[in-house]
């Protein structure tokens, strides 16, 4: 039976932007499904104790920008640790993304997913800007208009909520999240641990 890795994540995480691609790799290479759930992470920040990037301690906030700079290297992923628009109000992207994945599937989703994060951290674009939205998926060859206006629908709304609250309920209190045969795992540098859930 072929395995899932739910994925939940906020488009405007770098953590989640540095182990997007690998982990698209990984679940190509073990016929893992990906089960795409973008969430409001300020809403799982409020029930799980977790505080925005602002109001964290100094030190913390200058270890963090330490390790984005020593994954980037290592990766050899480009990511600025100053982004323009950064902090930025991801639930319109999130929203975007939702809505490619119901009109043309989840493998066009995670593309678009890539694009928007490497929009915030590569490449100093406004994710929270509907002109920007249909720009990038205009230049992966979509009706960005239309993604538009799908994006602002009911259903979409709905499955953003859907996503969020099923987040809540399995204990998620970051991004990017994996669970693997009901089994959690916090942070793109868990990486290693999902691969061996895929090899089971």
Known sequence: ??????????????????????????????????????????????????????????QRQAYRLLELQRWSEYLQ?????????????????SKFIIAAQLAHGTTAALQLTGA?????????KNIADSATLIAIATALGHDGNALQKAAETASVASAFDQF????IAANVFGAPWYIVDGEGFW?????????RAFAK
């Open 1 to 58: 039976m072929r395995k899932t890795c739910e994925y939940f994540f906020a488009p405007q995480s770098p953590w989640t932007y540095l182990g997007h691609a690998r982990l698209i790799a990984l679940a190509q290479q073990y016929d893992v499904t990906i089960a795409l759930k973008p969430c409001d992470l300020s809403k799982v920040f409020s029930t799980s104790g977790g505080v925005p990037l602002n109001q964290r301690p100094p």
């Open 77 to 93: 992923q480009p990511l600025n640790l100053h982004p323009r628009y950064f902090p930025v109000m991801p639930n319109d992207a």
């Open 116 to 124: 928007i994060m490497r929009g915030v951290w590569a490449e100093d």
């Open 164 to 167: 969020t609250d099923e987040a």
């Open 187 to 195: 942070g793109q540098d868990r990486l290693d641990f999902v691969e």
